[in-house]
C-alpha cells in the first residue's frame, strides 16, 4: 500500500488558484485531522518572502476564502507553523539545489504540486531532476492546461515520464473531486435499480451542460488563445462522459476505474470535417443582460476583434454495443443565462400506454444530475394527479428529490480540492486523469478543430444572458429533442 508523504512541495503558491484553492484546501484538512501530523508544506514562487511575510499572506488569503465560522486562531496558527517558504525561479536551474537544501531529509516522501504555466512545466521537471528531487519516493501533481492539442500534450507528457513514471504522476482534473462526480459511480454501481436500463435499449439521450455567467475575468490572455473547446470541453465535459458511459469496473481503484474510461474515450465516434457543420455549433457571446446587469461583448472585453469561441455544442456518440444510437449533446459557454453544471439522462417512453386512451399523458423518465450550483440527483416520475378523475386519469410529472445539502446538511461539504490534494499526499490515483486519457481526449477534440479550420466555421453572435445561438437549439430539435431547461 502507498503511503502518505511527510512533505509537501507548492509551487505557484502566490498565484489565484494557491489564493483562491490549494491554502484553503490545506487548511480545511489541517483542521479536520486529516493531514499526517507531520507534514510540512515547503511554498515556493518568484515573490521574495521570508516564512514570516508568506504566513502573513497565506493567513491573509484564508481570512478571505475560508468560511469565517472556521477560522479559529490557534488552528490557523498551528496549520501556518507547518508552512515554509522558499523563493524561486523555476525556469533558471540555478535555485533547485538551494529548493533541496531547504526541504532538507525527503526519505518520508514528497508530493509536488505544479500549479504554473505548462511552459514552466520543462525546466521545472529538469531542475527537479538535477537537484535528486524525483527519487521513487516522490510524486507530483500538475493542474491543468495539460497541452493545447495532442502535440503539445505529449511533448509536455514526454518532459514529465523522463523523471516520474505514470505511477507517480497524479494529472488534475478538478470536476473528478465534487461530490457530486463521485455519486455517478455510486448511484450507478451501488444500485441495482438503474444498471438494467443504462443502456441503448432503456436511454434516449444524454446531456451534460456546463455554463457561466461570468466573462473573462481576468483570463483574457488565456483564454482568447484556447476558447470554450480546450478550455472545458476537452477535460471536464469528456471526463463526464467518461464516467456515465464506462463498462462497470472489476473493482474501485485506479487502474481499474481508467482502464473502463479510456475505453470510453477511445469509442468516441470522431467528427469528421464534413460533419462538423450539423454536429457542432459555435458561439461568441456579445452585449446583453445577465441578472440583470449590462455586460459587454466578448470582443469589447478583449478590446480587439477575435475568432475565439466562448460557446460550444455538439452532438457526439458513443460506437460500442452499450450506447449505438444513443446521441450526447454537450454544451459549454459564458455569459449564459445562469450558472450551471449538471448531467440530464433521458430514458425512453414507455413501449405502451395503458393512459392514453382516457386522457393520460405520459413523459418519459428523466434523471437529472446537477454538480452546481446545487447539488442534487432528481428522477422525474409520472403519478397520478389527486381526483375523483371521472372522464379519464390525470397524470403529472413529479420529481423524486435526493438533495445533498439536505441530505448531509450535519457533514462537512468540501471543495474539489481538498479530495484531490488528500489523495495526493496519500498517493491514491483514482480520481487523477491518466496519459493515455488525456491523449483519447486530444486525439478527438483535434479532430473537430480541424474540421471547423478546413470548413472555415466562425463563432455565431448570441446575447449575454442567453443560452446561446438559436443554432444550438436546432441541434437537438432535429431529433425531437429539447435541451433540459
Partial sequence: ????????????????????????????????????????????????????????????????????????????????????????????????????????????????????????????????????????????????????????????????????????????????????????????????LFEPVWNARGIDNVQITISETVGLEGRAGYYDEVGALRDMLQNHMLQLVSLIAMEPPAHFDGTSIRDEKVKVLRSLRPIEAEDVGHLTVIGQYGAGAVAGKIVRGYDEELEKGSDTETFVALKAHVDNWRWQGVPFYLRTGKRMAERRSEIVIQFKPVPHSIFAERGGMLQPNTLVIRLQPEEYVRLLVMAKQPGLDREGIRLREVPLNLSLDTEFAGTQRRIAYERLLLDLIEGDPTLFVRRDEVEAQWAWIDAVREGWAANGIKPKSYSSGSWGPSAAIALTERDGVTWHE
Avoid at 500500500?1 to 494557491?18: R, W
Avoid at 485531522?33 to 502573513?56: H, K, M, N, Q, V
Avoid at 539545489?97 to 531547504?102: G, H, K, N, R, V
Wanted: charged content about 25%; hydrophobic content about 40%; aromatic content about 8%.
Fill in 1 to 192: 500500500m502507498v503511503q502518505p508523504v511527510e512533505k509537501l512541495l507548492l509551487f505557484g503558491a502566490t498565484g489565484d488558484l494557491s489564493q483562491r484553492m490549494l491554502l484553503p484546501s490545506l487548511f480545511g484538512l489541517h483542521a479536520d485531522a486529516l493531514l499526517p501530523e507531520t507534514l510540512t508544506i515547503t511554498c515556493t514562487a518568484r515573490s521574495e518572502y521570508d516564512d514570516a511575510g508568506f504566513r502573513e499572506f497565506a493567513a491573509k488569503a484564508l481570512d478571505e476564502f475560508v468560511p469565517a465560522d472556521r477560522l479559529d486562531p490557534d488552528m490557523v496558527k498551528a496549520f501556518l507553523d507547518r508552512v515554509r517558504y522558499h523563493a524561486l525561479d523555476a525556469s533558471s536551474p540555478e535555485g533547485y539545489e538551494a529548493l533541496a537544501e531547504s526541504l532538507g531529509d525527503i526519505s518520508g516522501g514528497l508530493a509536488i504540486f505544479l500549479s504554473t504555466a505548462p511552459w514552466l512545466f520543462g525546466p521545472t521537471i529538469k531542475g527537479l531532476k538535477s537537484a535528486g528531487l524525483t527519487a521513487e519516493n516522490v510524486r507530483i501533481g500538475l493542474e491543468k492546461p495539460l497541452g493545447k492539442d495532442l502535440e503539445t500534450s505529449r511533448e509536455i507528457n514526454d518532459i514529465v515520464a523522463e523523471a516520474f513514471p505514470e505511477d507517480r504522476t497524479f494529472r488534475i482534473d478538478h470536476y473528478l473531486g465534487k461530490e457530486t462526480v463521485q455519486n455517478i459511480l455510486a448511484l450507478r454501481f451501488g444500485n441495482s
